[in-house]
């Protein structure tokens, strides 16, 4: 099994979250950095009252450096939009800073690749200084790897999708949000025939998450 350091020696003492970028930038607490092309850290305001985690930065988030800025950004945004909630009050990040990907046969496309539950791991402690630094009222998991990375390897999305949960005893540091899981809108995106009714159900999992 491989394994990494961890961030944990890369995250400051601060809850700055532009000190917590920054830093982020230098990380090499896991093998990721060095494919991608720059760390993409969380997105949003410093007291949001709902932070989001998705799984990993996609091809066009390592490009432009940003959170959920590609094909399943643009329908965040949208199910955000339908939900009633702006997203320039809330805080966007991922499980993982880094995209991992395969290249295609050609080596013209990044293809994702999900990432190992041990670099999940190693990233964890960047995700745990953004909890601190932001001590949202709710979390939103997007996704399953989101989910684990919170709430433990074993976390069955599928079992527990649109409950409200809480966060492990250890990671109750200076907050206890209420969490609530659902899917990624990449997987929106991938129902194709069923991708209304996916929307749709989305849509509703974060009307009943806004609406704690």
């Not at 394994?3 to 230098?26: I, Y």
């Not at 450096?65 to 955000?80: N, R, S, T, Y």
């Not at 790897?145 to 966060?167: I, N, P, Y």
């Not at 609530?180 to 809108?185: A, L, M, N, R, S």
């Amino acid at each position: 099994m491989v394994t990494h350091p961890g961030a944990q020696r890369f995250v400051p003492d601060t809850r700055d979250l532009d000190a917590l970028a920054s830093a982020a930038a230098g990380c090499r607490g896991c093998d990721l950095y060095r494919d991608a092309e720059r760390t993409v850290f969380g997105d949003g305001g410093p007291h949001a009252r709902i932070l989001f985690v998705g799984e990993q930065p996609g091809n066009e988030e390592d490009l432009a450096g940003e959170p959920f800025v590609g094909p399943a950004g643009h329908l965040f945004d949208k199910a955000l939009d339908r939900a009633g909630i702006d997203r320039e009050t809330v805080y966007v990040t991922n499980a993982v800073k880094h995209f991992r990907f395969d290249r295609s046969a050609n080596g013209r496309r990044r293809i994702h690749r999900k990432p190992t539950g041990a670099q999940i791991a190693a990233c964890r402690p960047w995700l745990e200084a953004e909890l601190d630094a932001v001590r949202p009222e709710i979390v939103v998991c997007l996704g399953a790897t989101a989910a684990q990375s919170l709430l433990g390897k074993d976390f069955k999305l599928t079992r527990h999708r649109g409950e409200v949960l809480r966060l492990p005893d250890e990671l109750r540091g200076s907050c206890d949000p209420a969490v609530v899981v659902t899917v990624h809108p990449s997987a929106v995106l991938r129902a194709r025939s069923q991708r209304d009714d996916a929307f749709r159900a989305f849509v509703q999992d974060l009307k009943r998450a806004a609406a704690l």
